[in-house]
């Protein structure tokens, strides 16, 4: 057993994957053999990922203000406190804050056996993101 103390390593959303001011509080990194991962993600307002996927799925637990989400083909959702996401592995989705409303999310997801946990995709177009 290992106590952390409370206290995050915050990190600021790399621009590889996100448009706009995202910060992320890591929760836990893999040790192996564990390969879960997970975050809380704070998005300001019209925030959000590019497109991308992950190999083992991802779940997003939504814990703040108005977010949105969209697997690609399917329509824009939007979710609130309590709303849980379930994205199938390898599913191409993108998600984030809605225009005007600060967003934060649980997010956790596994590495693959080589370490991979998400695919970068393309960022949003204009005509993508409904802002």
């Known amino acids: 057993m290992n ?7 915050t990190m600021a959303g790399p621009a590889e994957g996100f448009t706009g001011d995202v910060y992320i509080d890591v929760i836990s990194k893999p040790l192996p053999p564990a390969r ?3 975050g809380v993600v704070h998005f300001t307002p019209g925030a959000h990922t ?3 996927s992950h190999p083992l799925g991802q779940t997003i ?5 108005v977010g949105l989400v969209q697997r690609e083909g399917g329509p824009v959702e939007e979710i609130r406190p309590g709303d849980r996401v379930h994205i199938e592995p390898g599913e191409k989705h993108w998600h984030g804050a809605a225009p005007g409303c600060f967003h934060s999310q649980i997010a956790y997801q596994a590495a693959d056996e080589t370490g991979d946990h998400t695919t970068w995709d393309s ?3 204009e ?3 409904p802002g």
Do not use: N, Q
């Open 3 to 9: 106590v952390i103390r409370s206290g995050f390593e």
């Open 36 to 38: 879960i991962m997970g």
């Open 50 to 52: 590019a497109w991308h």
């Open 61 to 65: 637990f939504a814990t703040e203000g």
């Open 123 to 125: 960022h949003l177009t």
């Open 127 to 129: 005509d993508e993101y």
